[in-house]
């Protein structure tokens, strides 16, 4: 009999329903999140990004870095080369210097609320710098007479639209499974959930504790309380 170990919590959270089954019990039931509030999130959920080259809380920190990057340069525009027309939409690009900080915070310290809210950000940010794109182009203040404008509007949408969609779905992957509890998958991959499962697998063979790691059904982790 084994005394003084405590199980620890996993770190996230399900959002469970609690029906009750022919006998009486009552069965939890969790809901799965939807990718654009539309798509079941099990059937687009990743374990990893870029072609599995980068870990998803490197990509939702790469892609903060971005947009960190990207506001900078736009903050420049709006102070050194200030246009009316166009200032309110390089006002919301500039946004992206505060809110890139919020993905590389939320991998940092594995805050899927912090990743969530930069989820929703990009989605309001997509929709209300194509809107201005669209007015641009068939304002006839700023209407060309060539059909140039409409093919660069048609370009520049696909490939945006490709990358916020990509975007999105590595934020989506990651706070869904650190919402899951599935930390250690969402921070360092799959080769590192299987390498631990099997030194867990060797310890509970043998009987014997291996220095960081904690070996039960509750979690994986490099504190031992």
């Known amino acids: ?11 996230g959270r399900r959002i469970e329903s609690f029906e009750l089954d022919s006998s009486g019990q009552t069965t939890a039931q969790t809901e799965s ?8 999130g099990e059937k687009v959920a990743l374990e990893s990004c ?9 990509g939702v920190q790469l892609f903060g870095l971005f947009d960190v990057l990207h506001g900078l340069m736009m903050s420049l525009y709006l102070v050194f080369e200030p246009n009316v027309d166009s200032f309110p939409y390089r006002l919301i690009q500039a946004s992206a210097v505060i809110f890139g900080f919020l993905p590389i915070l939320g991998g ?15 989605q309001l940010e997509y929709v209300i710098l194509e809107l201005f794109l669209v007015y641009w182009l068939y304002n006839p ?3 060309y007479d060539d059909d140039g404008a409409l093919t660069f509007f048609i370009i520049q ?15 989506f992957s990651y ?5 899951r509890g599935e930390v250690v998958l969402a ?5 590192v959930v299987a390498m631990m499962q099997n030194i867990r697998q060797i310890s509970n063979a043998e009987g014997t504790a291996i220095p960081g790691v904690v070996v039960g059904e509750v979690s994986l982790s490099s504190d031992v309380q």
Do not use: W
Not at 175 to 179: C, R
């Open 33 to 40: 999140p939807k990718f654009l509030f539309c798509i079941p």
């Open 141 to 143: 203040r700023f209407i």
């Open 108 to 122: 940092k310290n594995s805050k899927a609320n912090l990743v969530k809210a930069y989820y929703y950000y990009k």
């Open 157 to 171: 949408t696909i490939i945006k639209t490709i990358y916020v969609v990509y975007c999105l779905l590595i934020c």
């Open 1 to 11: 009999k084994m005394s003084g170990i405590k199980h620890q919590p996993v770190q």
């Open 175 to 179: 706070f869904v499974l650190v919402d």
């Open 50 to 58: 870029l072609c599995k080259l980068f870990t998803l809380k490197a």
């Open 187 to 191: 921070n360092n991959g799959r080769e």
